[in-house]
Every structure is written in C-alpha cells, then in structure tokens.
T-cell receptor, first 113, second 114 residues
Framework: KAGVTQTPRYLIKTRGQQVTLSCSPI?????VSWYQQTPGQGLQFLFE???????NKGNFPGRFSGRQFSNSRSEMNVSTLELGDSALYLC????????????FGPGTRLTVL | AQSVTQLDSHVSVSEGTPVLLRCNYS??????LFWYVQHPNKGLQLLLK??????LVKGINGFEAEFKKSETSFHLTKPSAHMSDAAEYFC????????????FGQGTTLQVKP
C-alpha cells in the first residue's frame, strides 16, 4: 500500500498570505489528523477529520482550518500567516477508531518570511 | 489528562553499545503508548506500539520497549546501536477519551558515535 503523501513538501510564504496544504491518506483510512512541529513547542495536535467531519480540534487560533473530502483526502489552510507559523506540518492517517495506529506522511515544511 | 515525559533530551552512545531512551507517562486509565522515530527532514515512523497485550513489545530494527505500570514507564531499548539509529525519538500516548489524538513527548535526540 502506498503511504501517506503530502504536497507540497516545501513552501515559502510571506506574512499576511494564506496557504493550503494537502494530505492523501493511506487507501482505506478514513481519519486524517494534522500536527504542527516546531523546535520550541514540539509536536502539537491541530485537528482531526473523520468522514468529512471535524472530530477533534487542538488549541490553535481560527486562522488554522481544514476540511476533508469524500475520498478522505484532506487539506489544511492557514490564513493571515505569521512568522510563528513557520513549522513542519505533519499529516497522519488511520482507519478510524481511537485505538488505531496513526501513520505519518513526510510533512510540509512551511517557511514564513 | 494524559501526558508523557522523556527524561533525556539528548543521548549519546557508541556504535555497538546498548541504547536506553527513557519515557514516563501519566494516564488515568490503561494507555496506548507508542515510540516513533524521525530521521532528519523526514516524517515520523512507527517503531512499536503497546496496547495492553504483552508488556514487552518488540518493534522494528531491533528495538523493544517494556511497559511497567508500577513505574509508569515505557522505556525504549536496543541491545546494539547502529549508525543508522541516529535520529530523534518520540514517546507518545494516545488520548483514547479524546478520539485518540496523540500526545507527544519533547523528543530525545540519539547520537551514535563510530
């Protein structure tokens, strides 16, 4: 089976812009979660989508949003970018229950100038 | 609330010597625990998973971890380090009361010297 894929792998944006990141889960997985990784804060949960519905959300401002399509692919959007949004954004997929293992993609490295 | 604490931010070993990465967890119920590894500029790879079956869990690449409820620990070990083991390792707990979102430790960087 192909693994989790994320596009693009690298992005450079300037403050105030918006950005959309994409994640394609492992075939058959219905849950997609997003995590932000920074040197200062480590890995933090952003949100999870399951069957096109947001099932859980972390403590991030409303500038961070996401959605999931009927084929389970997911996108996350960050509006009005700030310097502090520079991070590695990781997507993980799993079949669906809370005890399933999550499998991670390679991440999208976002740099905000 | 669930949490994990990785007791060492940096561990340095020589190639061929044992590896020990320490992790303590806090959970109000029987947890699901994981170890993930991240090589530079890569995503996270699952090393092993504990879900209340055997307390000694074997993972990939010769790694294993032992769940000790009395000590609330889930330390990762490997008998003999290889240069390719140099990476960052994360101990993770799954918050099963909150749709299973993952809660990460701060990570341990493993350096392997020749």
């Amino acid at each position: 089976k192909a693994g989790v894929t994320q596009t693009p792998r690298y992005l450079i944006k300037t403050r105030g812009q918006q950005v959309t990141l994409s994640c394609s889960p492992i075939s058959g997985h219905r849950s997609v979660s997003w995590y932000q990784q920074t040197p200062g804060q480590g890995l933090q949960f952003l949100f999870e989508y399951f069957s096109e519905t947001q099932r859980n959300k972390g403590n991030f401002p409303g500038r961070f949003s996401g959605r999931q399509f009927s084929n389970s692919r997911s996108e996350m959007n960050v509006s009005t970018l700030e310097l502090g949004d520079s991070a590695l954004y990781l997507c993980a997929s799993r079949w669906g229950t809370s005890t399933d293992t999550q499998y991670f993609g390679p991440g999208t490295r976002l740099t905000v100038l | 609330a669930q949490s994990v604490t990785q007791l060492d931010s940096h561990v340095s070993v020589s190639e061929g010597t044992p590896v020990l990465l320490r992790c303590n967890y806090s959970s109000s119920y029987s947890p699901s625990l994981f170890w993930y590894v991240q090589h530079p500029n890569k995503g996270l790879q699952l090393l092993l998973k504990y879900t209340s079956a055997a307390t000694l869990v074997k993972g990939i690449n010769g790694f294993e971890a032992e769940f000790k409820k009395s000590e609330t620990s889930f330390h990762l070990t490997k008998p003999s380090a290889h240069m390719s083991d140099a990476a960052e390792y994360f101990c993770v707990v799954s918050d099963r009361t909150n749709t299973g979102k993952l809660i990460f430790g701060q990570g341990t960087t493993l350096q392997v010297k020749p």
